[in-house]
Protein backbone atom coordinates (compact mmCIF):
# COMPACT_ATOMS: atom_id res chain seq x y z
CA UNK A 1 0.00 0.00 0.00
CA UNK A 2 1.11 3.23 -0.79
CA UNK A 3 0.77 6.72 1.18
CA UNK A 4 1.21 10.04 0.47
CA UNK A 5 1.16 12.48 2.82
CA UNK A 6 1.57 16.36 3.22
CA UNK A 7 2.53 18.74 5.62
CA UNK A 8 2.95 22.34 5.83
CA UNK A 9 -0.02 24.09 5.53
CA UNK A 10 -1.22 27.04 7.42
CA UNK A 11 -2.44 30.18 7.94
CA UNK A 12 -0.10 32.73 6.86
CA UNK A 13 -0.38 36.90 5.92
CA UNK A 14 -0.44 37.85 2.29
CA UNK A 15 3.37 38.26 1.11
CA UNK A 16 3.97 35.79 3.63
CA UNK A 17 5.83 32.25 2.59
CA UNK A 18 4.91 28.51 3.42
CA UNK A 19 6.97 25.21 2.20
CA UNK A 20 4.87 21.96 1.51
CA UNK A 21 6.09 18.45 1.75
CA UNK A 22 4.66 15.26 0.09
CA UNK A 23 6.15 11.81 1.50
CA UNK A 24 5.53 8.73 -0.40
CA UNK A 25 5.78 5.51 1.57
CA UNK A 26 4.73 2.26 1.43
CA UNK A 27 6.26 -0.28 -0.96
CA UNK A 28 6.02 0.72 -4.63
CA UNK A 29 9.04 0.19 -7.55
CA UNK A 30 9.63 3.75 -8.53
CA UNK A 31 7.97 7.54 -8.69
CA UNK A 32 7.31 9.07 -12.43
CA UNK A 33 5.94 12.52 -12.05
CA UNK A 34 4.68 14.26 -9.34
CA UNK A 35 2.42 17.54 -8.81
CA UNK A 36 0.21 19.40 -6.61
CA UNK A 37 -2.85 20.27 -6.91
CA UNK A 38 -5.12 22.77 -5.26
CA UNK A 39 -8.86 23.42 -4.42
CA UNK A 40 -10.68 26.52 -3.12
CA UNK A 41 -14.10 26.41 -1.80
CA UNK A 42 -16.70 26.58 -4.69
CA UNK A 43 -14.10 26.37 -7.26
CA UNK A 44 -12.54 23.36 -9.60
CA UNK A 45 -9.15 21.39 -8.79
CA UNK A 46 -6.52 23.17 -10.16
CA UNK A 47 -2.78 21.78 -10.99
CA UNK A 48 -0.54 24.10 -9.42
CA UNK A 49 2.91 21.83 -10.08
CA UNK A 50 4.27 19.17 -11.59
CA UNK A 51 7.76 17.85 -11.31
CA UNK A 52 8.88 14.66 -13.90
CA UNK A 53 11.10 12.26 -12.93
CA UNK A 54 13.95 13.86 -15.65
CA UNK A 55 13.70 16.86 -13.80
CA UNK A 56 11.67 19.14 -15.41
CA UNK A 57 9.02 21.17 -14.04
CA UNK A 58 5.59 23.08 -14.78
CA UNK A 59 3.71 25.83 -13.24
CA UNK A 60 0.32 27.44 -13.37
CA UNK A 61 0.04 30.76 -14.78
CA UNK A 62 -1.28 32.03 -11.64
CA UNK A 63 1.43 30.70 -9.55
CA UNK A 64 4.58 31.37 -12.13
CA UNK A 65 7.22 33.46 -10.71
CA UNK A 66 6.18 32.21 -7.24
CA UNK A 67 6.06 28.85 -6.22
CA UNK A 68 8.91 26.47 -6.96
CA UNK A 69 8.52 22.81 -7.00
CA UNK A 70 11.31 20.55 -6.24
CA UNK A 71 12.13 16.78 -5.20
CA UNK A 72 14.25 14.77 -2.93
CA UNK A 73 13.98 11.16 -4.79
CA UNK A 74 16.04 9.62 -2.04
CA UNK A 75 13.51 10.08 0.51
CA UNK A 76 10.11 10.09 -2.07
CA UNK A 77 9.53 13.66 -1.36
CA UNK A 78 8.07 16.32 -3.58
CA UNK A 79 7.83 20.60 -2.06
CA UNK A 80 6.78 23.32 -3.10
CA UNK A 81 8.12 26.55 -1.66
CA UNK A 82 5.19 29.13 -1.69
CA UNK A 83 6.59 32.72 -2.17
CA UNK A 84 4.50 35.98 -2.43
CA UNK A 85 1.49 34.72 -1.04
CA UNK A 86 -2.07 36.55 -2.14
CA UNK A 87 -5.54 35.51 -0.39
CA UNK A 88 -6.14 34.16 -3.87
CA UNK A 89 -3.51 30.81 -2.91
CA UNK A 90 -6.17 29.70 0.05
CA UNK A 91 -7.30 26.24 -1.00
CA UNK A 92 -6.58 22.83 0.26
CA UNK A 93 -3.29 21.34 -1.37
CA UNK A 94 -2.94 18.46 -2.45
CA UNK A 95 -0.18 15.87 -3.93
CA UNK A 96 -0.58 13.44 -7.06
CA UNK A 97 2.08 10.90 -7.79
CA UNK A 98 2.20 8.33 -10.41
CA UNK A 99 3.74 5.43 -8.55
CA UNK A 100 4.67 2.12 -9.61
CA UNK A 101 3.42 -0.89 -7.46
CA UNK A 102 3.74 -4.75 -8.67
CA UNK A 103 4.87 -3.79 -12.67
CA UNK A 104 1.48 -1.22 -13.06
CA UNK A 105 1.60 2.72 -12.67
CA UNK A 106 -1.09 3.81 -10.68
CA UNK A 107 -2.31 7.47 -9.65
CA UNK A 108 -1.78 7.95 -5.88
CA UNK A 109 -3.47 11.29 -3.63
CA UNK A 110 -2.63 12.50 -0.14
CA UNK A 111 -5.55 13.68 1.98
CA UNK A 112 -4.42 17.21 1.42
CA UNK A 113 -3.29 20.29 3.79
CA UNK A 114 -5.09 23.38 4.22
CA UNK A 115 -3.29 26.72 3.84
CA UNK A 116 -4.89 29.63 4.35
CA UNK A 117 -3.64 33.00 3.14
CA UNK A 118 -4.87 36.43 5.00
CA UNK A 119 -5.25 40.06 3.54
Known amino acids: QVQLVESGGGLVQAGGSLRLSCAASGSFFSISAMRWYRQAPGKQRERVATSTSGGSTNYADSVKGRFTISRDNAKNTVYLQMDALKPEDTAVYHC?????????????WGQGTKVTVSS
Open 96 to 108: NADVKVLGYWRDY
